[in-house]
């Protein structure tokens, strides 16, 4: 299903370090990576927002500062990708510059993606990036994460990230062409497996047959990445990234495996704000503001009249009307107190009323479900 990803809205792309550095000589393949931006830049130009979570700072980094061959220390690998990670953010924005393309890098912990204060302020620079047209360079921040608080492997950070973006498709490029049924060296028959549409125990079985990359992640975290993708609704892709052009080339029908998820990104998170979540307080909004919801708006500070409940910003909350029936629930982009003090007031006023210059929205359209 190759359309999957020419008609995705919004792309998240994951390159592994093998695709990326060449182990002999510690640089970017050049050539191919030349490739994988034209491949990127042909999705821009069809109207996608692409997202790149890229592996590679250490392989970069460990050859500069000298390291030997073989596994490294934390701390070892966490100096070579501060020094790595430079050369990755510099190949992209290069590359990409020549399609006219303006790359933004983040670096994420662990924390910024489970906190749900960070976690809301990471996904709203995203989004801002996105809507600037630019394309967000993504890794772990691997000089500070620490062993016991990291994500180690960026198939699940990229997971992560689709499902915090709301992206529709998630694509792993690695040096396996997708998921086997049997481990294909020196076993003739074993085949891909084209699409899986839930990640049962069986399928976790056959991860431990295909060997992957240098990079940390293995089958094993592709298979959690793909949880986390599918529940949130978005599909997601392994395939063989060592070939030029490899989107392009999954595009064009070449193996892989899909796996392809049950709803959509928003009903999944919506699901998820609506279900999931124990509400900490309730904001009551006046006539106006109900309206305003229904008609698909934002929840502006000016339409509330009390604030309940003790809760923190990103927290989800019950909106109810003037007669106390819930008409949503959504996540707050303030914490209690602060929406008790700007409550009535215009967006405008908010500045003055608490020091800083925080959301328009008391919550977003986007983080809301009517009830
Ligand atoms: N964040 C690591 C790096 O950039 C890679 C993690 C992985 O191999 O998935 O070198």
């Known amino acids: 299903m190759p359309e999957r990803l020419s008609k995705a809205r919004r792309l998240v792309v994951k390159i592994g370090s093998a695709l990326l550095v060449d182990e002999a000589t510690g640089a970017i393949r050049r050539d191919w990576f030349e490739s994988l931006a034209a491949d990127i830049a042909a999705c821009r130009k069809r109207g996608q927002e692409v997202m790149i979570v890229s592996s590679g700072s250490i392989a970069l980094g460990r050859k500069r500062l000298g390291f030997a061959r073989g596994l490294l220390k934390l701390e070892e690998s966490q100096a070579a990708a501060a020094t790595g990670q430079i050369q990755l953010a510099h190949a992209y924005e290069e590359a990409l510059a020549r399609h006219g393309i303006t790359v933004a890098q983040i670096l994420l912990t662990l924390d910024d993606t489970e906190q749900r204060r960070r976690y809301l302020n990471a996904r709203s620079t995203l989004n801002m990036l996105l809507r600037q047209g630019a394309v967000p360079v993504i890794n772990e921040n691997d000089t500070v994460a620490t062993s016991e608080i990291r994500y180690g492997d960026n198939d ?216």
């Open 156 to 371: 699940r950070l990229a997971g992560r990230v689709a499902q915090m973006t709301g992206a529709d498709c998630l694509v792993l490029l690695s040096d396996v062409d997708g998921l086997y049924d049997a481990d294909p060296n020196g076993n003739p028959d074993a085949a891909i497996i084209p699409e899986v549409r839930e990640i049962t125990r069986e399928i976790e079985a056959m991860a431990g047959t295909t060997r992957s990359d240098y990079g940390t992640g293995g089958m094993v975290t592709k298979l959690k990445a793909g949880k986390i993708a599918l529940a949130a609704g978005c599909h997601m892709v392994i395939a063989d990234g060592h070939r030029m052009n490899p989107l392009a080339a999954v595009q064009g029908g070449g193996p892989c495996t899909w796996f392809v998820p049950g709803g959509n990104p928003r009903t999944a998170r919506k699901q998820w704000i609506a279900g999931t979540l124990e509400p900490s307080g309730s904001l009551t909004i006046d006539d106006g503001a109900v309206k305003a919801l229904a008609a698909g708006k934002s929840l502006l500070p000016a339409g509330v009249t009390a604030v309940e409940g003790r809760f923190d910003r990103g927290e989800a909350v019950i909106v109810r009307d003037a007669a106390g029936t819930e008409v949503g629930r959504g996540l707050c982009a303030y914490a209690s107190a602060d929406a008790r003090r700007i409550m009535g007031y215009k967006s405008r006023e908010i500045e003055g009323l608490l020091g800083y210059r925080g959301r328009d929205e008391m919550i977003h359209r986007d983080d809301l479900v009517m009830a």
